[in-house]
Protein backbone atom coordinates (compact mmCIF):
# COMPACT_ATOMS: atom_id res chain seq x y z
CA UNK A 1 0.00 0.00 0.00
CA UNK A 2 1.01 3.32 -1.02
CA UNK A 3 2.48 5.26 2.28
CA UNK A 4 0.38 8.42 1.46
CA UNK A 5 -2.53 6.23 2.00
CA UNK A 6 -1.28 4.19 5.09
CA UNK A 7 -4.28 5.61 8.43
CA UNK A 8 -1.22 5.43 10.66
CA UNK A 9 0.90 7.72 8.46
CA UNK A 10 -1.66 10.41 7.15
CA UNK A 11 -2.67 10.58 11.84
CA UNK A 12 1.18 11.47 12.79
CA UNK A 13 0.89 13.61 9.76
CA UNK A 14 -2.22 15.80 11.45
CA UNK A 15 -0.88 15.80 15.02
CA UNK A 16 1.88 17.12 13.73
CA UNK A 17 0.39 19.39 11.79
CA UNK A 18 -1.92 20.35 14.65
CA UNK A 19 1.57 21.07 17.13
CA UNK A 20 2.97 22.86 14.61
CA UNK A 21 -0.35 25.57 14.35
CA UNK A 22 0.01 25.47 18.06
CA UNK A 23 3.73 26.34 18.66
CA UNK A 24 3.39 29.39 15.77
CA UNK A 25 -0.14 31.10 17.35
CA UNK A 26 1.30 30.35 20.69
CA UNK A 27 4.35 31.99 18.99
CA UNK A 28 2.89 35.22 18.10
CA UNK A 29 0.67 35.75 20.83
CA UNK A 30 4.08 36.04 23.08
CA UNK A 31 4.91 38.73 20.46
CA UNK A 32 1.71 40.78 20.58
CA UNK A 33 1.45 40.52 24.63
CA UNK A 34 5.12 41.86 24.74
CA UNK A 35 4.52 44.68 22.69
CA UNK A 36 1.06 45.36 24.28
CA UNK A 37 3.37 45.76 27.82
CA UNK A 38 6.11 47.56 26.41
CA UNK A 39 4.02 50.44 25.30
CA UNK A 40 2.59 50.53 28.50
CA UNK A 41 5.32 50.61 30.56
CA UNK A 42 6.36 53.24 27.84
CA UNK A 43 2.87 54.74 28.76
CA UNK A 44 3.07 54.89 32.46
CA UNK A 45 7.28 55.94 32.48
CA UNK A 46 5.44 58.67 30.53
CA UNK A 47 2.86 59.79 33.14
CA UNK A 48 4.41 58.62 36.09
CA UNK A 49 6.16 62.14 36.83
CA UNK A 50 2.62 63.48 36.77
CA UNK A 51 1.20 61.28 39.45
CA UNK A 52 2.49 62.16 42.69
CA UNK A 53 1.11 65.86 41.84
CA UNK A 54 -2.63 64.40 40.86
CA UNK A 55 -2.10 61.63 43.91
CA UNK A 56 -1.99 64.88 46.01
CA UNK A 57 -4.55 66.90 44.40
CA UNK A 58 -6.80 64.15 44.68
CA UNK A 59 -6.25 64.00 48.28
CA UNK A 60 -6.06 67.82 49.02
CA UNK A 61 -9.48 67.77 47.34
CA UNK A 62 -10.51 65.00 49.92
CA UNK A 63 -9.34 66.91 53.06
CA UNK A 64 -10.40 69.95 51.83
CA UNK A 65 -13.00 70.21 49.67
CA UNK A 66 -16.64 72.16 51.50
CA UNK A 67 -18.84 69.56 52.67
CA UNK A 68 -22.60 69.94 53.22
CA UNK A 69 -24.08 72.36 55.64
CA UNK A 70 -26.60 69.49 57.51
CA UNK A 71 -23.02 68.00 58.82
CA UNK A 72 -22.09 68.81 62.13
CA UNK A 73 -18.15 70.01 62.65
CA UNK A 74 -17.34 66.97 65.11
CA UNK A 75 -19.45 64.61 61.78
CA UNK A 76 -16.65 66.36 59.26
CA UNK A 77 -13.38 66.63 61.25
CA UNK A 78 -14.44 62.82 62.04
CA UNK A 79 -14.54 61.90 58.30
CA UNK A 80 -10.37 62.64 58.39
CA UNK A 81 -9.88 59.27 60.27
CA UNK A 82 -11.50 57.16 57.63
CA UNK A 83 -8.63 57.55 55.16
CA UNK A 84 -6.70 54.76 54.86
CA UNK A 85 -2.58 54.54 55.73
CA UNK A 86 -2.30 54.16 51.53
CA UNK A 87 -3.68 57.67 51.60
CA UNK A 88 -1.26 58.91 53.76
CA UNK A 89 1.41 57.04 52.14
CA UNK A 90 0.14 58.66 48.94
CA UNK A 91 0.14 62.01 50.06
CA UNK A 92 3.94 61.99 51.73
CA UNK A 93 5.15 60.93 48.46
CA UNK A 94 3.63 63.33 46.12
CA UNK A 95 4.96 67.32 45.86
CA UNK A 96 2.98 69.56 47.89
CA UNK A 97 0.86 72.69 45.49
CA UNK A 98 1.08 75.83 47.09
CA UNK A 99 -2.30 77.82 46.87
CA UNK A 100 -2.73 82.10 47.47
CA UNK A 101 -5.28 83.51 49.03
CA UNK A 102 -8.01 82.56 46.22
CA UNK A 103 -6.72 79.27 46.66
CA UNK A 104 -5.20 79.37 42.66
CA UNK A 105 -1.99 77.15 42.34
CA UNK A 106 0.97 79.26 42.86
CA UNK A 107 4.02 76.56 42.97
CA UNK A 108 4.21 73.06 43.95
CA UNK A 109 7.49 72.23 46.79
CA UNK A 110 8.68 68.97 47.78
CA UNK A 111 8.15 68.33 51.21
CA UNK A 112 11.02 66.45 52.09
CA UNK A 113 13.35 69.47 51.56
CA UNK A 114 10.98 71.68 53.66
CA UNK A 115 9.71 69.34 56.80
CA UNK A 116 11.97 67.21 58.29
CA UNK A 117 11.72 64.87 61.53
CA UNK A 118 14.19 66.30 64.13
CA UNK A 119 14.60 66.80 67.87
CA UNK A 120 14.08 70.09 70.14
CA UNK A 121 17.39 70.77 71.79
CA UNK A 122 17.95 70.33 75.63
CA UNK A 123 16.66 73.81 76.47
CA UNK A 124 13.48 74.93 78.77
CA UNK A 125 10.55 75.70 76.18
CA UNK A 126 9.60 79.09 77.48
CA UNK A 127 5.81 80.52 77.43
CA UNK A 128 2.94 81.48 79.49
CA UNK A 129 1.18 78.69 80.59
CA UNK A 130 -1.95 80.23 81.23
CA UNK A 131 -1.84 82.53 78.27
CA UNK A 132 -1.15 79.59 75.64
CA UNK A 133 -4.15 77.05 77.24
CA UNK A 134 -6.44 79.84 76.78
CA UNK A 135 -4.97 80.10 73.06
CA UNK A 136 -5.40 76.07 72.62
CA UNK A 137 -9.24 76.08 73.78
CA UNK A 138 -9.83 78.79 72.05
CA UNK A 139 -8.45 77.32 69.05
CA UNK A 140 -9.86 73.93 69.25
CA UNK A 141 -13.07 75.68 70.03
CA UNK A 142 -12.58 76.65 66.82
CA UNK A 143 -12.11 73.58 64.94
CA UNK A 144 -15.25 72.49 66.79
CA UNK A 145 -17.80 75.13 66.17
CA UNK A 146 -17.37 75.98 62.53
CA UNK A 147 -15.16 73.50 60.60
CA UNK A 148 -18.77 73.20 58.46
CA UNK A 149 -18.85 76.68 58.14
CA UNK A 150 -15.04 77.70 57.08
CA UNK A 151 -13.69 74.37 54.72
CA UNK A 152 -10.08 76.37 54.85
CA UNK A 153 -9.44 74.91 58.53
CA UNK A 154 -9.30 71.09 56.95
CA UNK A 155 -6.39 71.84 54.93
CA UNK A 156 -3.08 70.16 56.46
CA UNK A 157 -1.14 72.41 54.42
CA UNK A 158 2.60 71.62 53.80
CA UNK A 159 2.77 68.76 56.91
CA UNK A 160 0.12 66.59 54.26
CA UNK A 161 3.76 65.48 52.99
CA UNK A 162 4.75 64.05 56.05
CA UNK A 163 1.64 62.34 56.65
CA UNK A 164 -0.14 64.53 59.39
CA UNK A 165 -4.03 65.16 59.26
CA UNK A 166 -6.47 67.21 61.23
CA UNK A 167 -7.21 64.49 63.55
CA UNK A 168 -3.19 65.06 64.13
CA UNK A 169 -4.11 68.66 64.61
CA UNK A 170 -6.60 68.23 66.74
CA UNK A 171 -5.18 65.50 68.86
CA UNK A 172 -2.48 67.75 69.50
CA UNK A 173 -4.37 70.83 70.52
CA UNK A 174 -6.34 68.02 73.16
CA UNK A 175 -3.56 66.51 74.61
CA UNK A 176 -1.71 69.76 75.45
CA UNK A 177 -4.91 71.17 76.51
CA UNK A 178 -5.25 68.24 79.17
CA UNK A 179 -1.26 68.38 80.60
CA UNK A 180 -1.54 72.08 80.63
CA UNK A 181 -4.92 72.12 82.97
CA UNK A 182 -3.31 69.26 84.77
CA UNK A 183 -0.33 71.30 85.55
CA UNK A 184 -1.98 74.48 86.37
CA UNK A 185 -4.73 72.78 88.74
CA UNK A 186 -1.78 71.46 90.40
CA UNK A 187 0.29 74.74 90.79
CA UNK A 188 3.88 73.61 88.94
CA UNK A 189 5.61 74.28 85.81
CA UNK A 190 4.03 72.42 82.94
CA UNK A 191 5.62 69.49 81.03
CA UNK A 192 5.36 70.96 78.00
CA UNK A 193 8.37 73.64 78.82
CA UNK A 194 10.43 69.89 78.82
CA UNK A 195 11.99 69.46 75.78
CA UNK A 196 12.89 65.51 76.91
CA UNK A 197 8.57 65.58 77.87
CA UNK A 198 7.85 66.97 74.11
CA UNK A 199 11.01 64.47 72.01
CA UNK A 200 9.15 61.90 73.50
CA UNK A 201 5.28 62.57 73.60
CA UNK A 202 5.24 64.22 70.02
CA UNK A 203 6.42 63.90 66.90
CA UNK A 204 9.04 66.74 65.81
CA UNK A 205 9.50 68.49 62.64
CA UNK A 206 11.27 71.08 61.61
CA UNK A 207 10.28 73.64 59.35
CA UNK A 208 13.38 74.98 56.78
CA UNK A 209 11.91 77.98 54.97
CA UNK A 210 11.41 77.64 51.63
CA UNK A 211 11.71 81.43 49.99
CA UNK A 212 10.45 81.80 45.85
CA UNK A 213 13.05 84.92 46.15
CA UNK A 214 15.57 84.12 48.31
CA UNK A 215 16.60 80.15 48.12
CA UNK A 216 19.77 80.67 50.58
CA UNK A 217 17.29 81.25 53.05
CA UNK A 218 17.13 78.24 55.70
CA UNK A 219 15.76 79.62 59.09
CA UNK A 220 12.07 81.28 59.39
CA UNK A 221 11.85 85.18 59.49
CA UNK A 222 10.10 86.17 62.97
CA UNK A 223 8.61 89.17 62.40
CA UNK A 224 6.59 91.21 65.25
CA UNK A 225 3.24 92.52 65.36
CA UNK A 226 1.53 94.24 68.19
CA UNK A 227 -2.01 95.94 69.26
CA UNK A 228 -1.23 99.67 69.87
CA UNK A 229 -3.07 102.06 72.40
CA UNK A 230 -4.55 104.88 70.70
CA UNK A 231 -6.38 108.23 71.42
CA UNK A 232 -9.72 108.70 69.35
CA UNK A 233 -13.06 110.70 69.32
CA UNK A 234 -16.72 109.50 68.39
CA UNK A 235 -16.83 112.86 66.38
CA UNK A 236 -14.71 114.31 63.87
CA UNK A 237 -11.82 117.08 64.67
CA UNK A 238 -8.86 118.98 63.02
CA UNK A 239 -6.51 116.61 65.24
CA UNK A 240 -8.77 112.99 65.15
CA UNK A 241 -9.74 113.16 61.32
CA UNK A 242 -9.73 109.35 59.47
CA UNK A 243 -12.40 107.29 60.43
CA UNK A 244 -12.63 103.98 60.57
CA UNK A 245 -15.90 102.26 60.14
CA UNK A 246 -18.28 99.37 60.60
CA UNK A 247 -20.15 98.18 57.94
CA UNK A 248 -23.67 97.10 58.39
CA UNK A 249 -25.57 92.99 58.08
CA UNK A 250 -27.28 94.28 54.65
CA UNK A 251 -23.50 94.53 53.22
CA UNK A 252 -23.84 90.78 53.03
CA UNK A 253 -25.58 91.00 49.96
CA UNK A 254 -24.85 94.54 48.63
CA UNK A 255 -20.90 94.33 48.33
CA UNK A 256 -21.14 98.21 47.23
CA UNK A 257 -17.85 98.53 49.35
CA UNK A 258 -15.60 96.25 47.06
CA UNK A 259 -16.03 98.87 44.68
CA UNK A 260 -13.77 101.33 46.71
CA UNK A 261 -9.91 102.18 47.41
CA UNK A 262 -8.33 103.26 50.61
CA UNK A 263 -7.94 106.45 49.09
CA UNK A 264 -12.00 106.79 47.67
CA UNK A 265 -12.79 105.72 51.41
CA UNK A 266 -10.67 108.60 53.11
CA UNK A 267 -11.85 111.34 50.40
CA UNK A 268 -15.10 111.34 52.35
CA UNK A 269 -17.65 109.30 50.36
CA UNK A 270 -19.42 108.30 53.42
CA UNK A 271 -19.22 111.32 55.35
CA UNK A 272 -22.03 114.07 55.46
CA UNK A 273 -22.08 114.88 51.69
CA UNK A 274 -20.43 111.95 50.07
CA UNK A 275 -22.46 109.81 47.65
CA UNK A 276 -22.69 106.53 50.04
CA UNK A 277 -23.08 108.06 52.91
CA UNK A 278 -25.17 106.34 55.90
CA UNK A 279 -23.98 102.91 54.16
CA UNK A 280 -21.71 102.44 57.19
CA UNK A 281 -21.41 102.98 60.52
CA UNK A 282 -19.15 105.37 62.13
CA UNK A 283 -16.93 104.09 64.83
CA UNK A 284 -14.34 106.21 65.61
CA UNK A 285 -11.51 108.90 64.17
CA UNK A 286 -8.07 108.48 64.70
CA UNK A 287 -5.26 110.17 63.17
CA UNK A 288 -3.92 108.80 59.98
CA UNK A 289 -0.96 107.24 61.74
CA UNK A 290 -3.61 105.58 63.66
CA UNK A 291 -5.27 103.95 60.98
CA UNK A 292 -2.67 102.37 59.33
CA UNK A 293 -1.14 101.04 62.83
CA UNK A 294 -4.58 99.24 63.19
CA UNK A 295 -4.95 97.92 59.56
CA UNK A 296 -1.50 96.64 60.00
CA UNK A 297 -2.10 95.34 63.18
CA UNK A 298 -5.45 94.65 62.77
CA UNK A 299 -6.49 95.24 66.15
CA UNK A 300 -6.55 98.30 67.75
CA UNK A 301 -6.94 99.65 71.29
CA UNK A 302 -8.92 103.06 71.84
CA UNK A 303 -9.00 105.43 74.18
CA UNK A 304 -11.66 108.07 74.13
CA UNK A 305 -11.54 111.74 74.79
CA UNK A 306 -14.87 111.34 76.81
CA UNK A 307 -13.10 108.11 78.81
CA UNK A 308 -14.40 105.11 76.85
CA UNK A 309 -11.83 102.02 75.98
CA UNK A 310 -12.57 99.59 73.61
CA UNK A 311 -10.79 96.94 71.57
CA UNK A 312 -11.28 96.95 67.28
CA UNK A 313 -10.41 94.61 65.37
CA UNK A 314 -10.70 94.38 61.40
CA UNK A 315 -13.63 92.60 60.07
CA UNK A 316 -13.88 92.60 56.40
CA UNK A 317 -11.76 94.79 53.49
CA UNK A 318 -12.91 95.92 50.05
CA UNK A 319 -11.54 92.62 48.19
CA UNK A 320 -8.75 94.47 47.35
CA UNK A 321 -4.98 92.57 47.25
CA UNK A 322 -2.39 93.86 49.29
CA UNK A 323 0.85 94.59 47.74
CA UNK A 324 4.28 93.45 48.98
CA UNK A 325 6.50 96.88 48.78
CA UNK A 326 4.05 98.97 48.11
CA UNK A 327 3.90 102.15 51.52
CA UNK A 328 0.64 101.43 53.52
CA UNK A 329 -0.61 104.82 52.53
CA UNK A 330 -0.49 104.09 48.72
CA UNK A 331 -2.19 100.11 49.33
CA UNK A 332 -5.83 99.86 47.95
CA UNK A 333 -6.87 97.31 50.16
CA UNK A 334 -8.84 98.97 52.99
CA UNK A 335 -10.12 97.11 56.32
CA UNK A 336 -13.70 97.78 57.52
CA UNK A 337 -13.60 97.38 61.46
CA UNK A 338 -15.97 95.77 64.45
CA UNK A 339 -15.54 96.52 68.31
CA UNK A 340 -14.70 93.52 70.30
CA UNK A 341 -13.96 92.22 73.43
CA UNK A 342 -10.09 90.68 72.96
CA UNK A 343 -7.35 90.51 70.75
CA UNK A 344 -8.84 88.78 67.72
CA UNK A 345 -6.98 86.29 65.57
CA UNK A 346 -8.35 84.03 62.61
CA UNK A 347 -12.05 83.57 62.19
CA UNK A 348 -13.94 83.25 58.99
CA UNK A 349 -16.29 85.97 60.05
CA UNK A 350 -16.16 88.99 62.81
CA UNK A 351 -18.23 86.76 65.16
CA UNK A 352 -16.57 83.76 64.55
CA UNK A 353 -12.71 85.23 64.95
CA UNK A 354 -10.54 83.11 67.83
CA UNK A 355 -9.22 85.30 71.30
CA UNK A 356 -5.86 85.43 71.15
CA UNK A 357 -2.92 86.35 73.85
CA UNK A 358 0.32 88.12 73.66
CA UNK A 359 3.39 85.60 73.95
CA UNK A 360 1.76 82.46 72.48
CA UNK A 361 0.74 83.55 69.34
CA UNK A 362 1.89 83.35 65.58
CA UNK A 363 0.04 84.65 61.95
CA UNK A 364 0.95 82.61 59.69
CA UNK A 365 -0.15 80.93 56.20
CA UNK A 366 -3.39 78.95 57.73
CA UNK A 367 -4.06 77.88 53.89
CA UNK A 368 -0.38 76.42 53.17
CA UNK A 369 0.42 75.70 56.77
CA UNK A 370 -2.89 75.01 58.74
CA UNK A 371 -5.00 76.53 61.84
CA UNK A 372 -3.90 75.38 64.81
CA UNK A 373 0.06 74.02 64.29
CA UNK A 374 1.70 74.07 67.49
CA UNK A 375 5.17 75.96 66.92
CA UNK A 376 8.37 76.00 68.83
CA UNK A 377 10.79 78.87 67.74
CA UNK A 378 15.01 78.34 68.45
CA UNK A 379 17.20 81.02 68.68
CA UNK A 380 20.64 82.00 70.24
CA UNK A 381 20.95 84.54 72.62
CA UNK A 382 23.97 85.47 74.56
CA UNK A 383 25.79 81.79 73.88
CA UNK A 384 22.59 80.19 75.29
CA UNK A 385 19.29 78.56 72.89
CA UNK A 386 15.95 79.86 74.14
CA UNK A 387 13.47 78.20 73.09
CA UNK A 388 9.61 80.16 72.58
CA UNK A 389 6.43 78.20 72.31
CA UNK A 390 3.11 79.34 70.57
CA UNK A 391 0.05 78.19 68.15
CA UNK A 392 -0.82 79.45 64.82
CA UNK A 393 -4.29 81.27 65.69
CA UNK A 394 -4.29 84.22 63.57
CA UNK A 395 -3.19 85.39 59.53
CA UNK A 396 -2.56 87.72 57.52
CA UNK A 397 -2.15 89.34 53.78
CA UNK A 398 1.04 89.18 53.61
CA UNK A 399 0.93 85.14 54.62
CA UNK A 400 -1.00 84.46 51.41
CA UNK A 401 1.07 82.31 50.32
CA UNK A 402 3.98 82.31 52.73
CA UNK A 403 6.54 79.50 54.17
CA UNK A 404 9.30 81.06 54.87
CA UNK A 405 7.85 83.73 57.63
CA UNK A 406 5.77 83.54 61.27
CA UNK A 407 4.74 87.05 62.78
CA UNK A 408 4.94 86.74 66.60
CA UNK A 409 2.08 89.12 68.96
CA UNK A 410 4.33 90.96 71.46
CA UNK A 411 1.62 92.47 72.92
CA UNK A 412 -0.12 95.97 73.86
CA UNK A 413 1.70 98.83 73.90
CA UNK A 414 1.10 102.43 73.93
CA UNK A 415 3.94 103.59 70.89
CA UNK A 416 5.94 102.00 68.63
CA UNK A 417 9.37 103.10 70.69
CA UNK A 418 8.07 100.90 73.41
CA UNK A 419 7.44 98.25 71.44
CA UNK A 420 10.76 98.67 69.62
CA UNK A 421 12.62 98.07 72.45
CA UNK A 422 10.89 95.13 73.79
CA UNK A 423 10.88 93.54 70.77
CA UNK A 424 14.84 94.02 70.62
CA UNK A 425 14.98 90.62 72.72
CA UNK A 426 13.57 88.30 70.08
CA UNK A 427 14.74 87.17 67.08
CA UNK A 428 15.08 88.11 63.38
CA UNK A 429 14.78 84.61 62.16
CA UNK A 430 14.88 81.16 64.09
CA UNK A 431 14.96 77.08 63.74
CA UNK A 432 11.26 76.52 63.56
CA UNK A 433 9.78 73.56 64.39
CA UNK A 434 6.18 71.79 64.32
CA UNK A 435 5.26 69.51 67.27
CA UNK A 436 2.49 66.43 66.30
CA UNK A 437 1.28 64.37 69.14
CA UNK A 438 2.81 60.44 68.44
Known sequence: MNILFNPKFRLAVGCAGLLFVSLASSHLYTQSKNKQLVQQDQSFSQQKNFAPLQSQIYLTSKFQNPFVAQQTSDQIIAKQNAFSSSDNLLAASAPYPVVDEFKKYKFSINGSQVVTPAKLPSSKVNFNQKDLLTVLVNTRKYFQDYASADPD?????MLT???????????????MIAILKEDVANNRAT??????????????????????????????????YAVFTHPGS?????????????????SNSDKFYTRYTKQDVLS?????????????????YLTRNGLEEAIMEGTILINFTDGYQAFFNVDRNNGMSYIRGLKATAQKRYWYF?????????????????????????????????????????????????????????TGGAFLPNLYQLDFLAGIFKNKKDFGQHITQLPDYATAYFLVKK
Open 161 to 175: TQGVTVPDVLKTLDF
Open 338 to 394: REVDAIKGYGYKIDAKISIKPGVTFAGDVLNIGLGKVIVIEHTQGGRKHLQMGVIAD
Open 153 to 157: ILRTG
Open 191 to 224: RLQDPKFINTNFRVIKWSAYNPNNKQQKQLRITK
Open 234 to 250: RKKTSTFNTPIYSLKDN
Open 268 to 284: GIYEPGGKEFGKVTSLA
